[in-house]
């Protein structure tokens, strides 16, 4: 019996929802200084609704990871490029759990938490972090900073990561020639 040559549907589905939802997120906080006062509000609302949604997708990812074994490597990569995409793939995947976790943190730290509840895509009531909701206001004022501090070095290793991720597969695209997208993409 011949083994998978790429990832099942869930996976293949898991990560470029993931994917499409970070790069949405990076977007709309990239933007969010040159729109309208108005829109600020909405934008960072939106922004923390995508957040949790990766958070979540994130738990069905590590599920489906802990379950199955990836499809194997082509025999000709090298040792050291297979060790690199090991340690690519653990660090992307502490990423997408620590980038909405700090950012989590960060707003459950805020001051007017408690006056501004938070709704996931403005419908479905999300909860703040309790114990850090509850810490005293000199407290949570020097965390709220500290998680915010945390959250932007933390999508500073996620740039680095993504695009050493990007750049891994294309060499093995088109430099490796050997079918390395098709592992990661629907078809037959
Ligand atoms: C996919 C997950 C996430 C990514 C990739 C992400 C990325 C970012 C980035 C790049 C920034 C700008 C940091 C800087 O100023 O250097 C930011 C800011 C922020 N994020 Fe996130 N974030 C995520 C999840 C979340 C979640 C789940 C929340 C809250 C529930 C959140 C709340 C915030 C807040 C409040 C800011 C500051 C916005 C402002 O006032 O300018 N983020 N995020």
């Keep these: 019996m011949s083994l998978p040559q790429r990832y099942n549907r869930l996976a293949i589905a898991l990560h470029w929802l993931v994917a499409i939802l970070i790069g949405a997120n ?3 906080i990239w933007s969010v200084n040159s729109v309208p006062d108005s829109y600020v ?3 960072i609302n939106t ?3 995508i957040g949790i949604t990766v958070l979540g997708l994130a ?3 590590l599920l489906w990871r802990l379950g199955h074994a990836p499809p194997p ?3 000709i990569y090298q040792l050291w490029e297979r060790r690199l995409s090991h340690w690519a793939h653990i660090g992307l995947y502490v990423l997408i759990f620590a980038m909405p976790l700090s950012g989590w ?3 459950s ?4 938490a408690a006056t501004h509840p938070m709704y996931l895509f403005g419908t479905v009531p999300w909860p703040r972090i309790g114990w850090i909701e509850n810490l005293d206001p000199v407290t949570k004022e020097s965390l709220h900073g500290a998680f915010g501090r945390a959250h932007s070095l933390l999508a500073k290793v996620l740039y680095v990561f993504v695009v050493a991720h990007i750049l ?6 088109f430099i490796d020639r050997e079918q390395e997208l098709q592992r990661m993409l629907p078809g037959k």
Excluded: N, Y
């Design 168 to 173: 891994g597969a294309l060499k093995h695209q």
């Design 26 to 28: 990076l977007i709309l």
């Design 47 to 49: 922004h923390k609704s």
């Design 73 to 75: 490597l082509p025999t």
């Design 105 to 107: 943190m960060h707003d």
């Design 59 to 61: 738990v069905l990812r």
């Design 41 to 43: 509000r909405p934008m």
């Design 109 to 112: 730290a805020w001051k007017a």
